[in-house]
């Protein structure tokens, strides 16, 4: 089993009116979470980005958790206070250009003496795009072809310098890019740093499968979860890839208790924070795709219908048919008797574990013997104590079992991945 | 305008390439403990070696007093990736944090990127001072309460205190607000090295600190008048702009050299100057020019940086802190502490007010 700790940004996981929850910036947060991480032997430390603040009906979205500090810079520090703990980094590829990145990736693979890894996310938003001079231009089809090109220019960077330590020059000529020159970084110390794809489309499972060697994914049930695990393994025979080669790790929620019934308490509390009054009619807005400020959040569903083509939120994509969301949302708040705020927490909760440590041990554990996930992507909902619990109650346990390690046993992050050293392709 | 505030020194720790931490991290502590105001890192996408602004967020952690000002050029970078950097590099150090702007001339520099063709260094520098410029305004979008956790109404931030920088430079847009709340430190200290006409100007109108190049201390107090002349003609307090003569120094085997003072060495960029001699010589050099109002202080670039710096700390500047011409610790916490530098208001929160 693979975990690894998220450190939550911009989203509504995170409860930071909770007295505990301290600051989203200060480097001590970071440093906190990320000691803890390796005192409980993770594989790595995962960190979002955003790259422009969400708005919300028009205005800068006030209801959530914004702002944070650029991905690289924070893993760097990092790299100076972690000996073992992988740090992975969410970088924009529509947002940068190969030559940059490569080299900023690459140098924090040195400086982390192998650690490094990128989650490569895209974008075709304009939105986003007014922050930059490339501007947003991308379709959704063009913005995983320039990712691949993207990923498949950084390798040959990579690979430009021999492992003997020798410069050569390089050129690659291609329909997004076409760069030449010398790479000023040595091959790093795990030769290609890990490649984290984040996303469960059609087209993210299909980058996943040709070209990562990590899918961050989020799916529900445990039948789910073995589903999307059958689907995105069978792909990559097609690339001439091992099973092993690729490893699925869910995004996942952790509550833990004396018992379990004590956590499940524990748990709803949490997810009703997370659902407060006004992040509920929010979150609604989303979906109808208009102002619904009037409506009570503890009454019954809107009765009108949603406004497709809305623009209603700008930074977040708006996912699947509004009217078929609306439609199933009604019948699930009357087949349960559900009030709007029910509903949205009802709806918006992601995979959790919950309950006393030995279940949720054996949860995690058995989501990994039937083929559902390869480990854990833990997002805790305070920072930055809130893996605190896991780490000194549940991790012991998966140790006892022989399901997760008790001692790093190599010092890169592919050797906790069991990730061979790619093959040099000078 | 005369010189005689505290003296500044400073120190760049770059030269030939390492690619781990450790050389950088002892050569950062060495400049720590020599309570020098900062140290730089060279960078360049021309030659080999790491990224610098990452090499100094590893040394952050690892120093407490001592300001980090890696170069971060502006040709061929995203100004919302570098302001965002920048700040955080802000954080991670806890408002130790500078930068110095440079551009790329090349065309081998422009064919890493293949997006647009060299051009020419007053175009550049053009840009660059767009990029300092709409990096300030972006440290300024969010005023420094913006973060108001407000439990009772659900708001995370007050959005009345986040603000749109709505910037139109001449080859790039930015609308704003940052990302990153105000760093610690408002704004990180922007150093330009001013040597050429261009970059004199843009360190006129944005630098914090400007490094220039002389041969004589006349020579030195002619151009820091000229710079700071430039400055108030763009509506700047000349109390908010530090000076620093740019040295490169051999301080080599022994302690005085048989001829002491200032030689032309080997040809540097720039015209820069060289100093060839011994620790002391360097100390004596530094308090004569400092005295006579040339300068706020010094950058020191050495030759052969453990060697070199090691002599600085140890020889120059602990004969200097003898003769009280320096500091023998940091009093302060953040680089604007340690340069004397206001923390200044953000522009949009001073609007309001």
């Known amino acids: 089993m693979h975990l690894a700790a998220h450190f939550p940004g911009v989203n509504n996981t995170t409860v930071w009116a909770d007295p505990r929850s301290r600051s989203q910036i200060d480097f001590s947060s970071f440093e906190q979470l990320a000691r803890t991480a390796e005192r409980g032997k993770f594989d790595f430390f995962f960190l979002a980005e955003g790259l422009r603040l969400r708005e919300h009906n028009g205005r800068i979205h006030d209801l959530d958790v914004v702002g944070r500090p650029e991905s690289l810079t924070v893993l760097n520090a990092l790299a100076a206070v972690t000996d073992r703990l992988g740090l992975a980094a969410t970088v924009n590829a529509t947002f940068n250009e190969p030559y ?3 080299r900023r990736i690459a140098t924090l693979d040195h400086l982390s003496a192998g650690r490094a890894a990128w989650n490569v996310v895209t974008s075709s938003d304009a939105f986003t795009g007014e922050n930059f001079r490339r501007g947003g231009y991308l379709d959704r089809t063009d913005r ?9 220019t950084a390798r040959e960077l990579w690979d430009s310098w021999t492992p003997e330590g020798v410069s050569r020059p390089f050129a690659h000529e291609g329909p997004q890019f076409t760069v030449s020159g010398e790479f000023t970084v040595p091959r790093s110390p795990q030769g290609h740093p890990v490649v984290i794809q984040a996303g469960d489309s059609g087209e993210g499972r299909e980058f996943a499968a040709s070209t990562a060697d990590i899918i961050f994914t989020r799916h529900g049930t445990l039948e789910a979860g073995r589903d999307f695990y059958a689907d995105v393994k069978g792909r990559l025979a097609a690339y001439g890839r091992e099973a092993d080669s690729l490893k699925i790790m869910p995004g996942v929620t952790v509550v833990v208790g004396d018992s379990d019934a004590e956590a499940q308490e524990k748990a709803a509390e949490i997810r009703r924070q997370q659902v407060s009054p006004q992040n509920a009619i929010l979150a609604a807005e989303q979906i109808w795709g208009t102002d619904l400020s009037a409506y009570d959040p503890d009454g019954p569903l809107p009765g009108i219908d949603p406004v497709p083509d809305s623009e209603i939120t700008q930074g977040r994509v708006r996912h699947g048919d509004p009217f078929a969301i609306v439609a199933r949302w009604r019948a699930l708040a009357e087949a349960k008797g559900l009030s709007l705020r029910g509903t949205v927490i009802e709806t918006t909760t992601r995979q959790s574990f919950i309950g006393s440590p030995r279940t949720v041990a054996a949860e995690l554990t058995a989501f990994v013997d039937e083929r559902a996930a390869d480990g854990f992507i833990l997002v805790p909902h305070l920072t930055p104590g809130g893996l605190d619990d896991v780490v000194d109650r549940v991790v012991p346990l998966l140790q006892e079992s022989g399901a997760f390690r008790s001692e790093y046993t190599g010092s890169t ?5 069991g990730l061979p050293e790619p093959v040099w392709k000078g | 305008m ?16 390492h690619y781990d931490a450790g050389h950088y991290l002892r050569l950062a502590g060495l400049a720590e403990d020599g309570a020098l105001d900062y140290v730089t890192l060279g960078d360049s996408f021309a030659r080999p070696g790491l990224d610098a602004l990452a090499v100094l967020a590893r040394v952050a952690p690892a120093t407490d007093r001592v300001g980090l000002v890696p170069t971060v050029t502006t040709t061929h970078t995203e100004p919302f990736h570098v302001s965002s950097a920048v700040a955080t590099l802000d954080w991670v150090s806890r408002g130790r944090a500078g930068w110095q702007a440079d551009v790329s001339t090349t065309e081998a520099e422009a064919r890493l990127f293949g997006r647009r063709p060299a051009a020419p260094p007053a175009a550049l520098w053009q840009e660059a001072g767009e990029v300092a410029d709409v990096s300030g305004r972006l440290w300024d979008s969010w005023e420094d309460d913006a973060e108001i956790r407000d439990a009772a109404t659900g708001r995370f931030i007050d959005r009345d205190k986040l603000h749109y920088v709505d910037f139109e430079g001449s080859t790039f847009t930015v609308k704003g607000p940052a990302i990153v709340p105000r760093p610690p430190q408002g704004r990180p200290v922007i150093v330009i090295d001013a040597t050429t006409a261009p970059a004199r100007e843009a360190a006129a109108r944005h630098a914090d600190v400007a490094h220039i190049r002389a041969t004589t201390p006349e020579q030195a107090a002619a151009v820091r008048e000229e710079v700071l002349r430039k400055a108030a003609a763009h509506g700047r307090d000349a109390g908010s702009l530090r000076v620093l003569v740019a040295l490169t120094v051999d301080l080599g085997d022994v302690e005085t050299a ?6 032309s060495g080997p040809q540097l960029a720039g015209g820069g100057t060289y100093f060839r001699g011994g620790p002391v010589d360097l100390a004596d050099l530094i308090a004569q020019w400092h005295r006579s109002g040339a300068a706020d202080g010094f950058h020191l670039t050495p030759i052969t940086p453990e060697r070199d710096l090691e002599r600085i700390v140890n020889g120059t500047v602990a004969l200097l802190q003898h003769r009280s011409l320096f500091r ?7 680089l604007r502490e340690h340069l004397g530098l206001v923390r200044p208001v953000g522009r949009y929160a001073a609007k309001e007010a």
């Open chain 2, 2 to 17: 005369s010189a005689r505030t505290s003296l500044h020194l400073a120190a760049e720790i770059g030269g030939p390439p």
């Open chain 2, 328 to 334: 023998t610790f940091h009093p302060g916490g953040t």
């Open chain 1, 413 to 417: 992050l592919r050797s906790h991945l």
């Open chain 2, 258 to 263: 048989p001829e002491p003072g200032l030689e």
């Open chain 1, 144 to 152: 995983y072809t320039r990712a691949a090109e993207f990923v498949a």
């Open chain 1, 100 to 102: 940059e990145l490569a």
